[in-house]
């Protein structure tokens, strides 16, 4: 989530005609966008491509400014496309991420007191000594509120925007056309099962009841690491739209951007660590890598995990995937490596025939940097360069796009996610041994 004490109230169309219109109101106006652009280029003897006038700067605001105004599914989609997108995405999808990210509107004061009535009843603040109308945090489906319970206890109380779950369908729906409709999707590529599995991942996120349950999970799962905290949920104020646990100090997890090396390196030892024990070990992953879902206690050394409404089932076959991938990798064996991604679903051999020399040596230079002895410089990023030069000619191929299974693809964006906050903080971590330590040194 993203802190912002600013008034930034905007009211959340929570009608299903009013969401159908937002995204009308979108259409329109990327289409008069596009109108002016070309007129433009094509005075100044320009013969410009669909796609280049549908990317301009100004509707890459279009885009950006209405999600964060539906804020629900269709935001959460937006943001979910990637973590690492300076890497990865086109530029002007990164744009959208990045205004994505800047813009959590949180709700007016009336809208918010419609909510609590609904869920809570009218007497609603009898159930609570205290409550902070202003959120300390806004993101695509709830904001959060500090509050204190009649014993007085400290609270955090995350409050779902109106018209979220049951929008969730159409929204994705929506989305799904204008990716199409814009281009950036070639018509072959299959994202049906897809679409199916991103609802049914937010129709969960926007259960708090279950993340509730997710959130005991965790809090039993991690009771002997006391590296990690956990909230708890508290039963009696949480309601399907409302999740009430104990609020826990910590500082935004990117501002140990200036901690020293070693500081850097624990915290992000902690997090490999615990990856890799959600996808081998426990059974269940929280796959929502966003840094606002870390905190860290500076005073402690510990870290506090938020948000489990990501939280899924790591279906065997998954587990089986990576440890094919990850002892595929300890092996430096480059034909093995590519064996397994194709068997994970990664890679497709359709791909690999097409593209098998660049493929190569894209995987050529991951092995090369998971076979160095010692810790990973994940502040050192000049080989992504070259991985990305290798990819987008790949990416350029729009027909050998293809669809990942789903299991994967929200496992792998954990792990990239986790990689990505490594970056951000420079940290150096002995990857290899962490993998040998979590696989066992006679599995590899």
Do not use: C
């Not at 991420?97 to 809208?111: D, G, S, W, Y």
């Not at 809570?120 to 709830?142: E, M, T, V, Y």
């Not at 050192?380 to 030069?389: H, I, M, P, Q, S």
């Amino acid at each position: 989530m993203t802190d912002d004490r600013e008034d930034r109230g905007r009211s959340v169309p929570s009608g299903r005609l009013s969401r159908v219109g937002v995204f009308g109101r979108l259409a329109g106006g990327v289409a008069g966008g596009i109108m002016a652009e070309g007129v433009r280029r094509l005075a100044s003897g320009e013969r410009p491509r669909m796609r280049d006038l549908l990317l301009t700067p100004g509707n890459v605001g279009r885009v950006a400014d209405q999600l964060a105004h539906l804020r629900g599914a269709a935001m959460k989609l937006g943001q979910m496309i990637s973590m690492d997108a300076g890497d990865v995405l086109p530029p002007e999808l990164s744009q959208i991420m990045a205004r994505l990210r800047e813009r959590a509107h949180r709700m007016p004061p009336k809208q918010l007191g419609e909510v609590l009535n609904a869920e809570w009843g009218s007497d609603w603040r009898n159930r609570l000594s205290a409550f902070d109308a202003n959120p300390i945090a806004a993101a695509s489906i709830g904001q959060v509120h500090r509050a204190k319970a009649k014993d007085n206890r400290p609270l955090a109380i995350k409050v779902q925007y109106p018209g979220v779950a049951r929008s969730i369908d159409a929204d994705v729906d929506n989305v799904a056309t204008l990716l199409r409709v814009s281009g950036l999707l070639p018509p072959s590529l299959q994202i049906g099962p897809l679409l199916e599995e991103a609802k049914r991942q937010l129709r969960e996120e926007a259960d708090y009841l279950r993340e509730a349950e997710q959130m005991t999970t965790f809090g039993k799962l991690l009771a002997n690491q006391p590296q990690f905290v956990v909230p708890t949920p508290d039963a009696g104020l949480t309601t399907p739209h409302i999740l009430a646990m104990t609020f826990i100090e910590g500082r935004p997890v990117e501002s140990l951007a200036d901690a020293p090396q070693a500081d850097r390196d624990r915290v992000m030892r902690m997090l490999m660590q615990l990856v890799l024990r959600e996808l081998l070990d426990f059974g269940v992953m929280q796959t929502d890598p966003n840094f606002a879902n870390y905190r860290y206690q500076s005073d402690t050394g510990r870290l506090v995990l938020l948000d489990f409404g990501a939280a899924r089932p790591v279906g065997k076959a998954t587990q089986g995937a990576y440890l094919g991938l990850l002892r595929a990798g300890l092996s430096g064996d480059r034909d093995r490596f590519r064996q397994a991604a194709i068997s994970a679903g990664i890679l497709t051999d359709a791909v690999v025939t097409r593209h098998g020399a660049a493929i190569d040596r894209m995987l050529a230079i991951i092995l090369d940097e998971m076979g160095r002895p010692g810790p990973f410089d994940f502040g050192d990023r000049g080989f992504v360069a070259t991985l990305r030069e290798e990819g987008t000619v790949i990416a350029g191929d729009r027909s050998s796009w293809h669809v990942p299974p789903a299991d994967i693809l929200f496992a792998q964006r954990k792990i990239s996610g986790t990689a990505l906050l490594a970056a951000r903080l420079k940290a150096r971590v002995d990857v290899r041994s962490l993998i040998v330590e979590a696989i066992g040194e006679d599995n590899i």
